[in-house]
């Protein structure tokens, strides 16, 4: 059955400003704390409710018990001191674009004392050549180009665990499919301008991924070093595809895993963390080494 639950994505009230806007807006109601009732707290409320941390109701700007313990959890997930209060360093972290799935974990592994990765969904069938398919299609970077990242994503994964991917022509024929959209696209979980969300997929066995068209896609390191609030589409395409795999957000600040990103920034070699996750699911590669 496929597993939909999980993923939910922030819905604004306005298509036309950006996620970033809205989310800088935090930064105004820095050092607020429990029992004060700072106008925009409500704003704060639905995020945390997006990314898995409150569940959905009808919020208001209290700071009551329930938000503070929901906040002291959020901090936790991103090794912040777990003040429970609206310090700096907590709202810099929020404001930071990111991956639409969220980070509350439904079932986590520990691995040498530390919850470091999860697990989403139900893993693909063992021995199965995923097919994947994908269309460049607004995401402003040449076809081929687009194919040779993609490619290369799927390789960093393929490279540890025992799994194979196949490239096909057609999406009926695809268990993957890649594709860019902008905004309300159809999947109930539209995209927010630019920054904010940059993508989201679904878990297995549902195989989709979906990038924001209205973001700077870096298609190299050039690009990405000199374009000002550029996402490097190779780094979100490895993490994109490890939530279609099956694995969920990691703790770890360096795995590919991890829910932020900064923009002119490169992160698609997998931590050991990735790898222990996704060899946990699929096996290991005859010829792989753990330590490598």
Known sequence: ????????????????????????????????????????????????????????????????????????TYQKNFNLDRSGVLDSTTIEQMIQPRCGYPDVFVQK?????????????????????LKYHFNSTGSKIQQNI??????????????????SFQMVSTKDKADIVLQFFSRDHGDGYPFDGQSGVLAHAFAP?????????????????????????????????????????????SIFQFSVMFPTIASQTRKSTLSIDDKIGIISLYGMKPWFRIQD
């Open 109 to 129: 592994t520990t691995i040498k004392g530390r919850k470091l990765y999860s697990y989403i969904g139900k893993p693909w069938p063992a021995n199965k050549v």
């Open 205 to 249: 066995r549902d195989g989709r991924a979906h990038f924001d068209s209205d973001e700077f896609w870096a298609p190299n390191c050039t690009f990405l070093l000199e374009t000002t609030d550029s996402f490097d589409l190779l780094t979100v395409a490895v993490h994109e595809i490890g939530h279609i795999l099956g694995l969920g957000h």
């Open 146 to 163: 687009v194919k040779g990242i993609f490619d290369e994503a799927f390789k960093r994964w393929s490279s540890v665990a025992d799994l």
């Open 1 to 72: 059955m496929t597993f939909l639950p999980f993923l939910v994505l922030l819905l604004l009230a306005s298509t036309t400003t950006s996620a970033t806007k809205n989310w800088s807006s935090f930064k105004k109601l820095i050092g607020s704390h429990r029992g004060e009732s700072p106008h925009g707290l409500l704003s704060v409320k639905l995020y945390l409710s997006t990314f898995g941390y409150l569940p959905k109701s009808k919020f208001n700007d209290t700071f009551d018990a329930t938000f503070e313990k929901a906040l002291m």
